[in-house]
Nanobody
Framework: QVQVVESGGGLVQAGGSLRLSCAASGRAFRIDAIAWYRQAPGKQRELVATITSDGTRTYADSLKGRFTISRDNPKNTGYLQMNSLEPEDTAVYYC????????????????WGQGTQVTVSS
């Protein structure tokens, strides 16, 4: 199994920055795509950004230019750098990753972290 732990959330003023981390531990042969989602109070969970195993990045259109997703493959860790934060970015941010558990089985298993709270004050 794989455990996913997010960190780096907190309270920041509008215009500030935060860097979220997503660390995967446990028995996995390979981490495939890593994604960040967020869920604001009363709203549905939305996709923020994804990065594939070869480094291809995609972003929600509304966030391009402010957020940057990255990963450190040897550390099995993903990151989300968030700049120019706005009160509308306040949400719980979740890391999602797909893992291949064994070299002989290419099935990807989906894992979620517990979430980290980001609060942006005006």
């Amino acid at each position: 199994q794989v455990q996913v732990v997010e960190s780096g959330g907190g309270l920041v003023q509008a215009g500030g920055s935060l860097r979220l981390s997503c660390a995967a531990s446990g028995r996995a042969f390979r981490i495939d795509a890593i994604a960040w989602y967020r869920q604001a109070p009363g709203k549905q969970r939305e996709l923020v950004a994804t990065i594939t195993s070869d480094g291809t990045r995609t972003y929600a259109d509304s966030l391009k230019g402010r957020f940057t997703i990255s990963r450190d493959n040897p550390k099995n860790t993903g990151y989300l750098q968030m700049n120019s934060l706005e009160p509308e970015d306040t949400a719980v941010y979740y890391c999602n990753l797909k893992a291949q558990l064994n070299p002989w089985n290419r099935t990807l298993i989906n894992y979620w972290g517990q979430g980290t709270q980001v609060t942006v004050s005006s």
